[in-house]
């Protein structure tokens, strides 16, 4: 049955594949990089959905090569899956008389069916498809993978690990794949050219709108995550954390506000009054009618350009007489408003004025008794004065009287024409109502009538076509039989050559699948074989242990030289250090999974010219190790990896607490030299994007044309470098050249450091996973990056400071310890020394070594100081146990190699040591270079002054020869 996913979405379909070459020195290394850069993905269309809903729909292929997978997203932005299709266990088929393009891929209880955009892209999907399909499965089951999910990497190891991992699978055989390139079928290069990348940057990439209630929370969660990425998708982080590029550390910020002043001011700038003339209907409009009719909701901008352009037209059309009269009426009733506002202030300001009148009447009139008061005074001429002076008063009064009665009536004026303008205003915005709905009854029988109009299109389109196939039916009838004929036989071959293909397909799909199924049954066969051999190995071994055991408990005493349980106990040492015979070579598969003679990473497990004690000791250790790799917790961490490495296939990678976290669990092997690769391109983005694309070529031009002063060094040093690593053990090895390059460019970026003793090794472990550019800039990114100025210049100076911070760091963390070390007198730092300057490389053993390194160049120099206690901390109680002061320095000298659990030696670092701030080794260094550097000065001082004195003594010698003393 087919896979269902709702949703509704355009039809878009565009395929496309790109090569996106990494920059090498080798051409080898070139065509591996453009190999491992192909990607097959593109736009295919996926039949999904429920009943009405059912359709072809357009989703974003990705092929996973980890685990054969074909993922679909939603658009190439997404992180997370809407599914994905199992490749390995699927076959393919296609329909010649289907749709153009619709081929079908079925599965353990699914069906898929797909649709390209044409029938070249089709094949074109189908052979990449299989061809993905044959490589997986020809990989499967060789026993020698180190991913736990798939034999298949989407990103192989480039450096010298990656030429060990390339003759682990199995060859293809020659002939069959002779006889599948016989049933290939032959493509047009249109194919190919539309798949790929660039396909998602197209013009169907930017309209994908869908609503898919199945994988709604998928879709929510991609969107999200688009939104938190920003506009720079180059840099992706989470919305919550950012990057502090001091220490490197990652802090909580506020999330942004929600409402900006800014949106705020143009939200109220442009709130206004406005009218809702057309009804919103929610049936679909057809385009005829949506071109006819407009937005169908004009705000408040269509409403100011329809009042500065009283011609123009309105919704598709010229502006009715009632849509006129409408905005006559408005204008009108705004003028009114206005009219009153102006009013109601010269109402306000007529009572003031009656208000103030008022008052001086109440107050002349107060006045007024004592004014008529009749005089006591004598004279005739005061009483005169008071008379007339009376008489002005009464004059004034009455004056005041008639203007108040005069400013009574103005208002009461007034207030009759502001009740005759309240009840006009009334009764036109009740006329205005009625007339918003006859515009709703117009607009809508308007739609009625476009939409007749459409019909009768419509109608008249069908007959138009229906003549014309009727001309053509009859100018076809009067043509001569050969005619007819001609064409019948095109389509006839147009079918044979379509079945041909077909044909070739199906012939080509029936084989893949019978050579699968029988590569599976001898799989089968092969691991029953192989289980059968190790449960006999495993009774074989029990019965002797049993023997043993029986002798321990009951010996049994013998008069021979050699007792029975000695003979059991050398028989059990010689099978676990015997050599494999020649035939269980030829047949690897009937073979337990035995220690062989270098790990993963190049480095000898077993040591050479040892005794068989440390030789056994040596096999144990490395069967440890591989039992730790093995358990659930290791599981689990390639599990995230995988998960986490699916979610980001549309993307590249980007600094986040989630990566971080998973990188301080450690890399698995196949995934590290992507990892390295990335780390190293971000610490050192602000030098390589100031420098020309051949930098690397231009040094290396450069040493060979020019004597370098540091030339005879790093030749001394090479094969000195890491001789127990089997990449660089002899002159001839595939790293030696590759770290002769390195060390050369490195030089002459660097003359006032050249080289020193160390960025060998630095080199070579960066050389195991990376390319030799990438391994020249992650030295760049250590040196010049990670590491303080002096560090690896010929005073040590920054080496010096750092054992002096650590001391410290050892005194605050392990203070029992540090005490202890004090008491004895023993100087740690003799062995520290070397861990920094080279990164632990040659103290730990190799799984925990590159664990290191994951975390190193993700976060910098302060993982040296975090695992170098944790090493202290991890062995502290033995440590204690030691009270000698020759046995504790000897125990110093080999116990980071005693330790095996990474898991343990971990959560040490990143937890038991916490809180570690690069703040406090910033502060610590800056205090102790003055202290090391007056140290420095004061030494260099007593070294003048003694070399000047011993000239000096030489001067006042007198040398005689043998012959002037015989004389």
Same mark, same amino acid.
């Given at each position: 049955m087919h896979e269902e996913e709702d949703g509704s979405e355009a039809n878009h379909c565009a395929v496309s594949r790109t090569m996106l070459p990494t920059k090498s020195v080798d051409v080898a290394e070139l065509e591996g990089a453009k190999e491992q850069a192909s990607k097959l993905c593109g736009y295919l269309n996926k039949l999904s959905g429920k009943g009405p809903l059912r359709g072809f729909k357009p989703r974003w292929f990705v092929y996973d090569p980890r685990k054969c997978y074909l993922y679909y997203f939603k658009t190439p932005q997404d992180a997370l899956p809407l599914g994905h299709i199992d490749i390995g266990d699927a076959c393919f088929a296609y329909d010649v008389e289907g749709e153009e393009g619709q081929f079908e891929i079925r599965t353990a209880g699914k069906e898929f069916l797909l649709k390209a955009p044409s029938r070249q892209v089709m094949h074109y999907w189908l052979q990449q498809l299989q061809q993905k399909r044959w490589e997986y499965s020809s990989t499967r089951g060789t026993g020698n993978r180190d991913s736990w999910s798939s034999p298949t990497l989407a990103h192989p190891p480039t450096g010298l690990v990656g030429l060990d991992n390339d003759v682990v699978f199995e060859k293809l055989s020659e002939s069959m794949e002779k006889v599948r390139n016989d049933f290939a079928i032959e493509t047009d290069s249109d194919g190919g050219s539309m798949v790929g990348i660039h396909s998602a940057r197209g013009p169907g990439a930017a309209s994908m709108s869908t609503f898919s209630l199945k994988n709604f929370g998928t879709e929510l969660r991609n969107s999200m995550s688009y939104l938190r990425s920003g506009k720079a998708s180059e840099h992706r982080r989470s919305v919550f954390y950012t990057s502090n590029s001091n220490s490197d550390e990652w802090e909580m910020v506020d999330a942004p506000p929600k409402d900006f002043p800014e949106q705020k001011h143009h939200q109220e700038a442009h709130r206004s009054f406005s009218f809702d003339f057309v009804r919103n209907t929610s049936r679909p409009k057809k385009p005829l009618l949506r071109d006819m009719m407009g937005s169908g909701r004009p705000g408040r901008g269509a409403e100011t350009r329809a009042a500065e352009n009283p011609e123009a037209e309105c919704n598709g059309s010229k502006p009715t007489e009632l849509q006129l009269r409408l905005q006559s009426q408005q204008e009108e009733l705004s003028q009114m408003q206005q009219e009153q506002g102006k009013l109601r202030e010269e109402l306000a300001s007529q009572k003031e004025l009656v208000r103030l009148l008022q008052q001086t009447l109440r107050t002349s009139q107060c006045d007024r008794p004592t004014a008529c008061r009749p005089a006591q005074a004598p004279d005739s001429s005061a009483a005169s004065e008071q008379t007339q002076a009376s008489a002005v008063t009464q004059e004034e009064v009455a004056r005041l009287e008639a203007l108040l009665q005069d400013r009574e009536g103005q208002v009461q004026s007034l207030c009759g024409h502001m009740e005759r303008l309240a009840l006009e205003k009334e009764s036109l915005q009740q006329e205005l109502k009625g007339l918003k709905i006859k515009v709703g009854e117009i607009n809508?029988?308007?739609?009625?009538?476009?939409?007749?109009?459409?019909?009768?299109?419509?109608?008249?389109?069908?007959?138009?076509?229906?003549? /014309?196939?009727?001309?053509?039916?009859?100018?076809?009838?009067?043509?001569?039989?050969? *005619?007819?004929?001609?064409?019948?036989?095109?389509?006839?071959?147009?079918?044979?050559?379509?079945?041909?293909?077909?044909?070739?397909?199906?012939?080509?799909?029936?084989?893949?699948?019978?050579?699968?199924?029988?590569?599976?049954?001898?799989?089968?066969? /092969?691991?029953?074989?192989?289980?059968?051999?190790?449960?006999?190995?495993?009774?074989?071994?029990?019965?002797?242990?049993?023997?043993?055991?029986?002798?321990?408990?009951?010996?049994?005493?013998?008069?021979?030289?050699?007792?029975?349980?000695?003979?059991?106990?050398?028989?059990?040492? @010689?099978? %676990?250090?015997? $050599?494999?015979?020649?035939?269980?070579?030829?047949?690897?598969?009937?073979?337990?999974?035995?220690?062989?003679?270098?790990?993963? =990473?190049? =480095?000898?497990?077993?040591?050479?010219?040892?005794?068989?004690?440390?030789?056994? $000791? /040596?096999?144990?250790?490395?069967?440890?190790?591989?039992?730790?790799?093995?358990?659930?917790?290791?599981?689990?961490?390639?599990?995230?990896? @995988?998960?986490?490495? %699916?979610?980001?296939?549309?993307?590249? #990678?980007?600094?986040?607490?989630?990566?971080?976290?998973?990188?301080?669990?450690?890399?698995?092997?196949?995934?590290?030299?992507?990892?390295?690769?990335?780390?190293?391109?971000? *610490?050192?983005?602000?030098?390589?994007?100031?420098?020309?694309?051949?930098?690397?070529?231009?040094? #290396?031009?450069?040493?060979?044309?020019?004597?370098? +002063?540091?030339?005879?060094?790093?030749?001394?040093?090479?094969?000195?470098?890491?001789?127990?690593?089997?990449?660089? /053990?002899?002159?001839?090895?595939?790293?030696?050249?590759?770290?002769?390059?390195?060390?050369?460019?490195?030089?002459?970026?660097?003359?006032?450091?050249?080289?020193?003793?160390?960025?060998?090794?630095?080199?070579?472990?960066?050389?195991?996973?990376?390319?030799?550019?990438?391994?020249?800039?992650?030295?760049?990114?250590?040196?010049?990056? &990670?590491?303080?100025?002096?560090?690896?210049?010929?005073?040590?100076?920054?080496?010096? $400071?750092?054992?002096?911070? =650590?001391?410290?760091?050892?005194?605050?963390?392990? +203070?029992?310890?540090?005490?202890? &070390?004090?008491?004895?007198?023993?100087?740690?730092?003799?062995?520290?020394?070397?861990? =920094?300057?080279?990164?632990?490389?040659d103290s730990v053993v190799s799984d925990i070594l590159f664990k290191i390194w994951d975390a190193f160049l993700f976060e910098g120099p302060k993982i040296i100081f975090r695992f170098a206690l944790a090493l202290f901390k991890y062995k502290e109680e033995e440590f204690l146990k030691l009270q000698d002061s020759t046995t504790i320095f000897k125990y110093l000298r080999y116990f980071t190699r005693t330790i095996l659990d990474s898991r343990k030696l971990m959560n040490i670092a990143f937890v038991e040591m916490n809180p570690f701030p690069m703040r406090l080794i910033q502060n610590r260094r800056s205090f102790h270079l003055e202290k090391v550097r007056l140290e420095l000065t004061e030494l260099e001082a007593i070294r003048q002054t003694f070399l000047r004195e011993r000239e000096t003594s030489q001067d006042r010698r007198s040398f005689v020869s043998d012959d002037e003393e015989d004389n």
């Open positions: 809508d029988q308007l739609g009625m009538l476009m939409e007749t109009i459409q019909a009768k299109d419509e109608v008249i389109i069908k007959l138009s076509q229906e003549s /014309a196939e009727l001309n053509l039916s009859t100018s076809e009838s009067s043509s001569p039989p050969a *005619h007819k004929e001609q064409q019948e036989l095109n389509y006839l071959k147009d079918s044979l050559q379509g079945y041909k293909s077909q044909n070739k397909f199906l012939n080509k799909e029936i084989l893949e699948l019978t050579v699968l199924r029988r590569n599976a049954e001898s799989r089968e066969k /092969a691991l029953e074989a192989k289980y059968t051999a190790l449960e006999a190995k495993l009774c074989q071994v029990e019965s002797k242990y049993l023997v043993l055991l029986q002798e321990v408990k009951m010996p049994v005493c013998s008069s021979s030289e050699q007792s029975p349980t000695t003979d059991v106990i050398s028989r059990l040492l @010689e099978d %676990a250090l015997q $050599v494999e015979t020649s035939d269980q070579h030829d047949h690897p598969i009937f073979k337990p999974n035995t220690v062989s003679e270098y790990d993963v =990473f190049g =480095f000898k497990t077993v040591p050479e010219e040892e005794e068989e004690e440390e030789k056994l $000791v /040596a096999k144990v250790r490395a069967l440890e190790l591989k039992s730790l790799s093995m358990t659930n917790q290791e599981v689990s961490v390639g599990v995230k990896w @995988e998960n986490y490495l %699916a979610s980001t296939m549309n993307r590249d #990678l980007a600094r986040s607490p989630e990566l971080k976290s998973l990188i301080r669990c450690g890399v698995p092997h196949e995934h590290r030299s992507h990892v390295w690769r990335w780390c190293v391109s971000f *610490h050192v983005k602000k030098f390589r994007d100031h420098l020309p694309p051949d930098y690397y070529e231009t040094l #290396l031009n450069v040493a060979r044309e020019k004597p370098n +002063p540091a030339s005879k060094q790093i030749e001394l040093d090479l094969l000195r470098t890491l001789p127990n690593n089997k990449h660089y /053990a002899s002159p001839s090895a595939g790293g030696i050249q590759k770290l002769r390059n390195v060390l050369l460019a490195f030089s002459w970026r660097n003359p006032d450091i050249g080289y020193c003793q160390g960025l060998n090794r630095l080199a070579a472990i960066a050389l195991l996973y990376l390319d030799q550019e990438d391994a020249f800039w992650s030295l760049i990114a250590i040196v010049e990056v &990670f590491m303080p100025r002096d560090y690896y210049t010929k005073t040590l100076l920054g080496s010096q $400071v750092d054992q002096r911070v =650590f001391k410290d760091l050892m005194n605050e963390k392990l +203070p029992r310890l540090h005490a202890h &070390f004090e008491q004895h007198k023993v100087d740690f730092s003799l062995i520290t020394f070397n861990w =920094f300057l080279v990164v632990f490389v």
